[in-house]
Every structure is written in C-alpha cells, then in structure tokens.
Nanobody
C-alpha cells in the first residue's frame, strides 16, 4: 500500500518561509495529480495547491506558495513564503490515482506566530 510521508513543518514567525515535502513510497508519475490541503481547527479541509499537467492554487495562497515535484525523488514540495498566522494548520499531502482513488498522508503541523 502506497504511503505518503510529509516533512518540513514546524513553527515560523509571520513573514517567514517553510518548505514542505511529501515523499511517496512509489513512483509519483503513476498519479494523475498530487496536492497539498490544509485544515485549521474548526475549519474544513481546503485545497492549498495541486499539480498534475498544470498547477492550481487556493485563492488565499496565490502568489505566496509554490508547488513543485521531483519525479526522480518521488517527492512533491510546497514552498511557502510570506507566511501569515492564518496559514496555521495541519497540512496534508494527497495523491490521486488515475482511477480516482485518493491517498492521504498523515499530515504535518505548520504554526505561524504573529
């Protein structure tokens, strides 16, 4: 069973940067898309960024976050710049198979202090 492992989270001050990584236990070229989602306490899980043939971003992170992939390392990255306290959440990596089945990572906490 494929596993997705997130890393790179932690505590950062507002205005700072973090890079999240999501490494899959199988080749990511076998997925139609890979993406990052986040969930803050009391909120629904929301799209942050997704990458497939193209990339798409949630409105709140456009211009600040960048999603990228390294197929040779089976890893997807989320570069987060100019972080805001509102970005505080658990960030989840998701891979979608061509069949439509979704696989989720366990999530990693990002905390942005003001």
């Amino acid at each position: 069973q494929v596993q997705l492992v997130e890393s790179g989270g932690g505590l950062v001050q507002a205005g700072g940067s973090l890079r999240l990584s999501c490494t899959a236990s199988e080749r990511i070229v076998g997925f139609s898309t890979m993406g990052w989602y986040r969930q803050a306490p009391g909120n629904q899980r929301e799209l942050v960024a997704v990458i497939g043939a193209s990339s798409n971003y949630g409105d709140s992170v456009k211009g600040r976050f960048t999603i990228s992939r390294d197929n040779a390392k089976n890893t997807v990255y989320l570069q987060m710049n100019n972080l805001e306290p509102a970005d505080t959440a658990v960030y989840y990596c998701k891979a979608r198979r061509f069949s439509g089945m979704d696989i989720w990572g366990k999530g990693i906490l990002v905390t942005v202090s003001s």
